[in-house]
């Protein structure tokens, strides 16, 4: 789940995280009135979504007046980043920044630890220093058992900055910063940038975070800003009626019984040139209900070319599964053509079940993927 950084920037204030105070409005009168009221001459107007670059995008603009605070303000908001229709803004005071840095906490899989990760070329361009000079990149893996004791928060600090003054500002805020983390079951903290101001502050003027789906029950607080879009709806549906669901873009629609095996499915659609367009784990039930509402999951998505139904028959019964296409297709109808593979427990009744009908029934998992990839690009032609 993800937050706005002017959410982010509450959680940074609550945990002693030093920000840039910021307004958010709606609308371009809104602005102008939060911009008189701030002591700051300089302000900044930026996009609220949830997705990155939006200084790129022309999301992020500094304005000097309240003419230019509403001129600016009407062009952000309306616009679209990366899919994302800009809805609010955030009238930040201006900051002078004398330098750039980069910070964050976030799960590594491969260490199987949090890790802290800096850079003093902090910005727009991070994704741009990581590419190309991984060196200025530093990491750090986090005991879980030990946390950030001074020694290693200072350690952290002195990676960033070699003023002492400075050190002194920002080993607290990494430790606060980790036990953000930490307490609200984050998946991602992140400051970018993190900036020493003229005056030798050290401010975070920009804050992302993310969080574990998994534990958003233990913090209504977090869940009270969850704003899902379709896909997350649709994804959070699938949750409610028993399904695991990734919706992925590709064309080939899958229903499979068993993570492994879905797993195993996109990755031969992707060997065959298809392109899968969700991952879709409909577990070891034989309810023929759960087979219907899966039905009606896939074909809702219209980039779907082709269902492809990969069932291996262990809890599962292959004839459950048959009896609920057959039902499904009772309450609606589709041109989109269904390839099916059933093998395992009752997969002779199953298959005899499917005669006459209008799926396209395979042995194997080859020969399945292989038949779905093939009507998909016939449906390109």
């Known amino acids: 789940m993800k937050i706005h950084e002017y959410q982010a920037k509450d959680f940074f204030t609550a945990y002693g995280i030093p920000t840039a105070n910021g307004v958010v409005c709606t609308d371009s009168d809104s602005c102008v009135a939060a911009y008189l009221q701030m002591k700051s001459p300089v302000v900044v ?11 790129k995008a022309g999301g992020v603009k500094v304005a000097r007046s309240s003419d230019e605070v509403k001129e600016r303000a009407d062009a952000i908001l309306g616009m679209d980043i990366k ?5 609010r803004v955030m009238v930040a005071e201006g900051v002078n920044i004398a330098s750039e840095y980069y910070i964050s906490f976030v799960v590594d899989r491969n260490t199987k630890s949090v890790v802290l990760i800096m ?7 991070i994704e741009q220093v990581a590419a190309e000079t991984p060196e200025k990149i530093h990491r750090i893996s986090i005991d879980p058992f030990v946390g950030i004791p001074d020694f290693l928060a200072r350690k952290a600090a002195f990676m960033l900055f070699d003023d002492i003054a400075l050190v002194r500002q920002a080993a607290p805020l990494i430790q606060n910063m980790y036990k953000l983390f930490v307490e609200k079951d984050a998946s991602l903290v992140e400051i970018n940038p993190l900036v020493v101001t003229n005056d030798s502050k050290v401010l975070a003027i920009d804050g992302k975070m993310n969080f574990d789906d998994n534990a958003i029950y233990r913090h209504p607080d977090v869940e009270a800003m969850f704003e899902p879009t379709d ?3 649709k994804e959070h549906d699938a949750k409610s009626k028993g399904f ?6 590709g064309e080939i629609g899958c229903m499979v019984n068993g993570a492994g095996l879905a797993m195993a499915t996109m990755d031969m659609i992707k060997l065959y040139g298809g392109e899968p367009a969700n991952f879709l784990d409909i577990g070891g039930s034989s309810n023929p209900n ?3 509402e899966a039905m009606k ?4 998505d219209k980039e ?6 990969n069932i291996f028959g262990g809890i599962t019964r292959c004839d459950d599964v048959a009896r609920g296409l057959i039902e499904a297709f009772k309450q609606f109808k589709t041109e989109i053509p269904i390839v099916i593979r059933l093998t395992g427990t009752n997969e002779k009744e199953g298959r005899e079940m499917l005669k006459g009908t209008s799926f396209h029934s395979a042995q194997t998992m080859s020969e399945a993927i292989i038949k779905a990839v093939e009507l998909s690009k016939t449906d390109k032609k």
């Not at 107007?45 to 200084?55: E, F, L, N, S």
């Open 290 to 292: 759960k087979v219907i």
């Open 119 to 125: 850079s003093r070329e902090g910005g727009m361009d």
């Open 83 to 87: 899919g994302f229709k800009v809805d």
């Open 45 to 55: 107007i930026k996009a609220q979504v949830h997705t990155g670059g939006r200084g």
């Open 244 to 249: 695991s669901f990734v919706h992925l873009g």
């Open 304 to 309: 779907v070319k082709v269902v492809l139904i």
């Open 231 to 233: 896909e997350e709806k």
């Open 297 to 300: 999951l896939l074909l809702s």
